[in-house]
Each structure stands twice: as C-alpha cells, then as structure tokens.
C-alpha cells in the first residue's frame, strides 16, 4: 500500500498572517454590529474565537488591529473601483444616461448601502480623532477617488483629449453618494434620493455628451 503524503505544515509566518486576517475580519464583524463604541477588544476577541493571551503575539494595541482591518476593507474598495474599467463598462451601445445611470447605481449599491457603509462611516468616525489611523488610511482613501476618477472617465470618454475635469466630475459624484450614504445613515431610507440621482445623470450627461 502505498504510502499517503502528509500533509504540507504551514509555515510559521503563514499562521501569524491568518491570525491577523481573522482578527481583523473579526475586528469588521464587531463594529457592523455594536459600532465603534460597542465593539470592545473583549467583543472583538470572542468573535474571533482567540484569547487575550494570543491575540497579543500578534498585536500591541486595538487601535494597531482596527487600522490593519480599515486597510483592508478600503483596499477592497479601491480593487473594486479600479475593476470598471473600459472593459467592465456597461455597453457603449446604450444611450449615455443609461450609462452613467448603471454606473451611478452599482457605485451606490456597492459602497453606499448596507454592511461597507456602515463600516466606511464606522471607520471615518475612528479616524477622526486618532492621528495616526488617519495618516494610513488617508492615502487609501485618496486611491479610491483617484481610481473612480481615472477610470469612470476613460469608460464613458475613452477618446477625450483631457480626462482631468471628467476626473473630477466623477469625483465630485461620489462626494454627492456619500452625501446621500450619511443622511440615510442618520435618518433611514430616503425615497426621493434615487430621483436626485436620475437628476445628476441627466445634469452629467448634459455635460460628458457636449
């Protein structure tokens, strides 16, 4: 009988970084649920199913795991921003309202609904009054409208001599989605916000279509 392989050991690095990942994942959990007040090492750390003793191999402060779990809920937003490129765009056949519409509305259903808002205004509280979680996310933060506005405009533009000021438009939206993302936050679902949305995509295409 031929005898099994066992199975590969993993290294001891490749532990620490799963460990980390499952704090922060657990660290993600805790304050979509309870927020940021709420969700205490204590919480945090019965989420994760990891004692105190061990969690302290891996990190010094809570404040050090909620900055490693920011990083990585913000970079999965830049990665999916920079995922509309051309190719992704809705079809070039369709009128450009239709367009910039489709692509409003998954940028709002993405980020600015449910579970990533909550935690993307959970995170911007957090920020600000702790310097240095700033200081890290802030470039993060910057890649992500710098990812919606270099490629939203190659998308809809593709042969515009100067992509700068569409940049900035689609910038701009999202300043109004987040806009829109925090009234909801504080006062519930507000019906009329998909006609101001329908509004700006007429008022952009006016613009891109010139």
């Given at each position: 009988?031929?005898?099994?392989?066992?199975?590969?050991?993993?290294?001891?690095?490749?532990?620490?970084?799963?460990?980390?990942?499952?704090?922060?994942?657990?660290t993600?959990?805790?304050l979509?649920?309870?927020?940021?007040?709420?969700?205490?090492?204590?919480?945090?750390?019965?989420?994760?199913?990891?004692?105190?003793?061990?969690?302290?191999?891996?990190?010094?402060?809570?404040?050090?795991?909620?900055?490693?779990?920011?990083?990585?809920?913000?970079?999965?937003?830049?990665?999916?921003?920079?995922?509309l490129?051309?190719?992704?765009?809705?079809?070039?056949?369709?009128?450009?309202?239709?367009?910039?519409?489709?692509?409003?509305?998954?940028?709002?259903?993405?980020?600015?609904?449910?579970?990533?808002?909550?935690?993307?205004?959970?995170?911007?509280?957090a920020?600000?009054?702790?310097?240095?979680?700033?200081?890290?996310?802030?470039?993060?933060?910057?890649?992500?409208?710098?990812?919606?506005?270099?490629?939203?405009?190659?998308?809809?533009?593709?042969?515009?001599?100067?992509?700068?000021?569409?940049?900035?438009?689609?910038?701009?939206?999202?300043?109004?989605?987040?806009?829109?993302?925090m009234?909801?936050?504080?006062?519930?679902?507000?019906?009329?916000h998909?006609?101001?949305?329908?509004?700006?995509?007429?008022?952009?295409?006016?613009?891109?279509?010139?």
């Amino acid at each position: 009988m031929a005898e099994q392989a066992k199975p590969e050991r993993r290294s001891q690095a490749a532990r620490r970084e799963e460990m980390r990942e499952r704090l922060a994942a657990a660290t993600l959990d805790a304050l979509a649920e309870h927020g940021s007040a709420g969700a205490s090492l204590s919480v945090i750390l019965e989420r994760a199913g990891v004692s105190r003793g061990a969690w302290a191999h891996h990190f010094e402060t809570k404040a050090e795991m909620l900055a490693l779990a920011a990083e990585g809920l913000l970079l999965g937003a830049v990665a999916s921003a920079r995922a509309l490129g051309p190719a992704e765009a809705p079809d070039p056949s369709l009128p450009l309202e239709d367009r910039l519409s489709a692509m409003i509305e998954a940028a709002w259903t993405r980020f600015y609904t449910g579970r990533h808002r909550d935690l993307l205004f959970e995170v911007a509280m957090a920020a600000r009054t702790d310097a240095e979680l700033r200081a890290r996310l802030a470039p993060i933060f910057s890649g992500f409208l710098a990812a919606i506005g270099s490629n939203w405009g190659l998308s809809l533009r593709p042969d515009a001599d100067d992509v700068t000021e569409m940049a900035d438009l689609m910038v701009l939206t999202i300043y109004m989605l987040r806009g829109m993302a925090m009234q909801e936050l504080a006062a519930g679902p507000a019906p009329g916000h998909e006609a101001l949305r329908r509004l700006w995509v007429r008022m952009l295409a006016g613009w891109v279509g010139r």
